[in-house]
Nanobody, 125 residues
Framework: QVQLVESGGDSVQTGGSLRLSCAAS????????MGWFRQAPGREREGVAY????????IYADGVRGRFTISQENAKATVWLQMNSLKPEDTAMYYC??????????????????RGQGTQVTVSS
């Protein structure tokens, strides 16, 4: 049973930083990619960042590029999302997802094989 567990969510003020982690367990084979998503109340879930473990290529949503950084632990069991210069509009539940099949769109939540339960990030002004 593959499980993804997010942690690191908290309440911070505008301009603050947080580092989210997504810990993966139960893998019997090497997984190739992971994405971070977020969903604010009343809004659709959106892709935030993506990393391909095989190439180390990363993709970011326009609204977070330059402020957020996705990175991986060497063993690929944990992926981090460093979030700097946080804004109130970053307030959302943040989720991770793993194993995007070849040809899948990185910001499509249901395209991933495994999905986590989320961690809350609240940014106050």
């Amino acid at each position: 049973q593959v499980q993804l567990v997010e942690s690191g969510g908290d309440s911070v003020q505008t301009g603050g930083s947080l580092r989210l982690s997504c810990a993966a367990s139960g893998y019997t084979e090497t997984h190739g990619s992971m994405g971070w998503f977020r969903q604010a109340p009343g809004r659709e879930r959106e892709g935030v960042a993506y990393i391909d473990f095989r190439t180390s290529n990363t993709i970011y949503a326009d609204g977070v590029r330059g402020r957020f950084t996705i990175s991986q632990e060497n063993a690929k069991a944990t992926v981090w999302l460093q979030m700097n210069s946080l804004k109130p509009e970053d307030t959302a539940m943040y989720y991770c997802a793993a194993d995007l099949p070849e040809g899948g769109w990185w910001s499509s939540w249901y395209a991933y094989r495994y999905r986590g339960q989320g961690t809350q990030v609240t940014v106050s002004s």
